[in-house]
């Protein structure tokens, strides 16, 4: 039997060395607030065993993680007509980048892009009353943690800032692949990458896609073939022009948020969840990725 425990203490006993921790995002001003020096870690594996070290009780924000989430409820409403609006290849280029879109016709390459992420709000926004509620009480249920939230003033700073994010949704307005408005679709949006919890509460919200698509009430949200789909496009595209990266030293299906944390697992065996501020060049964590990279090679549990 493998102890995780010891293994994740070792693993945040080294990172502690770490000179160079990477920056905190500032094109958001709200996330600048973050501090590099932070570093949390929390597993669950199969049975609900938790094992965590660090600052893993502290809520930080979700951002682009909130994507897998605004798919699984998506793609649990529409099913495969979600397809005909967005693809499933990765893209290769960074999360924000709007070329290819051009290229071709207003349909992102995948859901985890920022274009491909407002598509999906935007089934969302066509097929619930109320999405904002409805989205947050589906994250609360399948975690069963009442006390997540947005966060407001993320929300807001990013509404303020989030230029691109306007250009790539109008872009797709213009070829007609958003059927609600502009300020709807960017609301939900902003709000869905505002969420706010630690690491522990997100690695419960995972384990669905750990779990063939059940919580850990046993309650199941999407089918296996579904979970099979999110974590393939969460393998090949969770990390955008870094996904090959993320496959080459960490083998694992995952998703990162400019927040910090990083989620990934291994069907049937694990969730882990790391949050540290610093980001690389490409936009991930990077203490997240050296200690996942460390987590799998220790443990030898990685999809290859
Ligand atoms: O749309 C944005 O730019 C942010 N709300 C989310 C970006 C993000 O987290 C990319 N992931 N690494």
Known sequence: MIDFQAIIEGISNNLQSVYDRGDVATYIPELAKADKNKFGIHLIDSSNNNFSSGDSEEAFSIQSISKVLSLAQAFGKVGDQ?????????????????SLLEMENGIPRNPLINAGALVVCDVLISHFDNPKDDFLS?????????????????AQSEKRSGFNNYAAAY?????????????????????????????R?????????????????????????????????MLTCGFYDEAGEFAFEVGLPGKSGVGG????????????????????????????????????????????
């Open 201 to 233: 509460q997100l690695a419960k919200l995972f384990y669905i896609f750990m779990n063939k698509g059940k919580c850990l009430q046993g309650q199941a949200y999407l089918s296996i073939n579904q979970v099979k789909r999110i974590n393939a496009i």
């Open 82 to 98: 979600l397809w005909k609006r967005v693809g499933v290849e990765p893209s290769g280029d960074p999360f924000n980048h709007l």
């Open 171 to 199: 872009l797709l307005k213009s070829y007609g692949n958003l059927k609600n408005d502009v300020e709807t679709v960017l609301d939900f949006y902003f709000h869905q990458c505002s969420l706010t919890m630690s690491c």
């Open 261 to 304: 944390g990083i989620v990934a697992l291994l069907p049937n065996k694990f969730c882990v969840v790391t949050w540290s501020p610093g980001l690389n060049p490409k936009g991930n964590s990077k203490l997240g990725m050296l200690a996942l990279e460390q987590l799998t090679s220790k443990t030898g549990l990685s999809i290859f």
């Open 138 to 154: 589906y994250v609360r249920r399948i975690s069963n943690e009442p006390e997540i939230y947005y966060d407001e003033k993320v």
